[in-house]
């Protein structure tokens, strides 16, 4: 099933990009942005200049996030570029704005259904997960400010309208990314388990974030239970998941929207 949600979803962004953004000079966020501008201005296609951007982040992300996304991450985006490669650029509708919406959601159902099958489609996704899982970095202000830079090369290389229009369709991406997978930056995490020394030990290992453990008992059966509590950024949610599956199929896992953090978010370094 997850194989089948990140090829779904790779499709989707092929046919919003090919089928309605990039007939209109309306680029996406993020790196495959500029894969667009790079397609419209050279002979390349934008399906390999996407892949040839995506390889270095790819590689380096494999290193630091773990094999299982990567390899995830790499099969969506070796999707995406065959995709846009094959799939004949074709305007659907005539109205630029009709399309920016349109394409904007259709990416963003695509990105949302890769993040919800434990992948990504590259490009800025990683470069936000490699900064949420090694500092406590506003990762919104980050991406906002790499794609801001996408809408001035939209403007300065096309029209403004272009660049409005842009600006349109990564709203409306992101809306529509946050209803599918958390519109939320921050989320606490409770798991319940009896195993939680074993719960303790790999999330310690594989997450930057600290967790406090504390004694719980069953109200039904009366056995005894650890409940470990943590919070993470959203970048983290399936990675986190995932982790505690490995140890605990059976947890009782509670993920709930966390407005603030006071204190230390990120692990307390080694005194």
């Not at 995506?54 to 995830?72: C, E, V």
């Amino acid at each position: 099933m997850r194989f089948l949600g990140i090829i779904t979803g790779s499709l989707i962004i092929v046919i919003a990009f090919n089928l309605f953004l990039i007939p209109h000079e309306v680029l996406s966020s993020g790196l495959s942005g500029i894969s667009m501008v790079l397609g419209m201005i050279s002979p390349l296609n934008t399906g390999l200049v996407n892949l040839l951007l995506n390889l270095p982040l790819l590689i380096i992300g494999y290193k630091m996030l773990g094999k299982k996304f990567i390899m995830n991450s790499i099969f969506s985006v070796a999707i995406i570029s065959l995709g846009l490669y094959l799939l004949p650029v074709f305007p659907i509708a005539n109205d630029s704005i009709l399309s920016s919406i349109f394409g904007g959601a259709l990416t963003g159902l695509g990105v949302g259904i890769v993040f919800r099958s434990s992948g990504s489609t590259g490009g800025f996704d990683v470069i936000g997960m490699i900064v949420a899982r090694k500092k406590d970095f506003p990762i919104g202000v980050l991406l906002s400010g790499m794609n801001a830079v996408v809408i001035v090369i939209s403007g300065f290389l096309f029209n403004w309208d272009s660049a409005l229009n842009t600006l349109v369709s990564i709203f409306v991406t992101g809306k529509v990314v946050d209803a599918i997978y958390t519109d939320h930056a921050k989320l606490t995490i409770m798991i319940i388990t009896e195993k939680g020394q074993e719960m303790r030990a790999h999330l310690l290992t594989n997450l930057y974030r600290g967790l406090t453990i504390l004694d719980g008992v069953g109200g039904y059966s009366n056995d005894k239970r650890n409940v470990l509590v943590t919070v993470i950024s959203r970048y983290e949610l399936n990675e986190v998941k995932n982790l505690i599956t490995e140890v605990d199929p059976a947890a009782f896992v509670n993920i709930t929207e966390t407005i603030e953090v006071m204190g230390l978010f990120h692990r307390p370094s080694p005194q």
